[in-house]
């Protein structure tokens, strides 16, 4: 089993990067592997998981300790494997991740790629309480945790509309606190706050 492989970067596709270490060159399978497309050619560290199945033997890898112990969580899950793990890992929110499994909140894990409303369920239902110690990592790796919106349920829908309409999480997330800082509202008159800041 290995904990992780320190390497160079050889090579950077769009589901995996070529690791050399010492002469051998490790196939890892990683999320977003272009992130790391400025990492070619120099000396790294990724952290390892090693599936073993039947009919084949993968690497799959991480950038960092957090992101590894959350894919572990994730295949722990009944009917998430490790392909699914790192689809949703690829989706690059993992502190919505967390706070969606910690406030129950169905409908946004299931805006995770592969994660339909039954699989959103056993999620929750497998890690609710159980990423507690997960928190320093968080905060640490992923950095701040954002403001629980839980309360605030127009605010909520708002979020949840403003997805419909087709905006990315990335693009929700840098007008989301300046929608915090708003006095509560309607939900429509987020929406419209959010669009002030989102057209232009």
Avoid: C, W
């Amino acid at each position: 089993m290995y904990e992780y492989i320190k390497g160079t970067v050889q090579e950077v596709t769009p589901s995996y990067l070529v690791l050399d270490n010492q002469g051998i060159g490790y196939h890892v399978l990683i999320a977003n592997p272009f992130r790391l497309s400025s990492q070619m050619h120099q000396e790294m560290t990724i952290y390892i998981y090693q599936s073993v199945t039947q009919d084949d033997i993968r690497l799959y890898g991480f950038i960092n300790r957090a992101e590894k112990e959350l894919f572990l969580k994730l295949i722990g899950v009944s009917g998430i494997g490790p392909k699914s793990a790192l689809a949703i890992l690829a989706a690059e929110d993992h502190v919505g991740l967390i706070q969606a499994i910690e406030n129950n909140n169905i409908k946004y894990l299931q805006n995770f790629p592969g994660v339909g409303k039954k699989t959103a369920s056993q999620i929750i239902l497998d890690l609710q309480g159980k990423l507690s110690e997960l928190s320093p990592e968080v905060t640490e790796v992923f950095g701040p945790t954002e403001k629980e919106t839980t309360a605030n349920h127009a605010l909520d829908e708002a979020v949840e509309a403003l997805n419909v309409l087709g905006y990315t999480k990335r693009d929700i997330k840098k007008v989301l606190p300046k929608l915090e800082a708003l006095d509560e509202m309607p939900a429509d008159d987020y929406i419209r706050e959010a669009l002030k800041y989102l057209i232009y």
